[in-house]
């Protein structure tokens, strides 16, 4: 049984989100860490399966990594800045790395714990607009690790 995209409301929303959040912890305390990766990759399945079709439109090559987090690199064009991550999907052109990979698997947090999803642009876009487009300043650019995504030397 699905949900009417015409009846989606706040309460829905929240239903979910507090799916995802009892997931998280349920997992915690399961399977340690193992189980709050799995709850953060099926909390943010649904955009990160659209992200990987975008990708794929942009010739992104696509590896699943052991975080369950996704890199497609080699894309031409469609991500912003450095890199973008929708869900568990980083998109980015030739910036890989581990540091940059753990600093994009925080985002993949980010985007799970607010709502899977749909709140966490609103808010990291709050957040752009509050500094004035300086990354060193984001809350969220902050809590992902400033250095480890490349803004600091």
Known sequence: MGTDLHTFSPDVARRRRGLAVALAVAGLLVAGQGGVTVARAVANLPLSAGAVVWANVHSGHC?????????????????????TTIGN?????DKDGSDRQR????????????????????LYGVE??????????????KWAGLHDGGYLP
Request: proline residues 3%; negative net charge; glycine residues 16%.
């Open 103 to 122: 600093h994009e698997a925080r985002h993949s947090d980010q985007w799970a714990m607010f709502s899977g999803g749909p709140l966490f642009p609103l």
């Open 63 to 83: 590896l699943v990594r052991d975080d369950l987090t996704v890199s497609c690199g080699q894309m031409q064009g469609g991500y912003a800045n450095a890199g």
């Open 89 to 93: 999907v980083w998109l980015y052109g």
């Open 128 to 141: 752009v607009l509050r500094t004035g487009g300086d990354f060193h300043g984001n809350v969220f650019e």
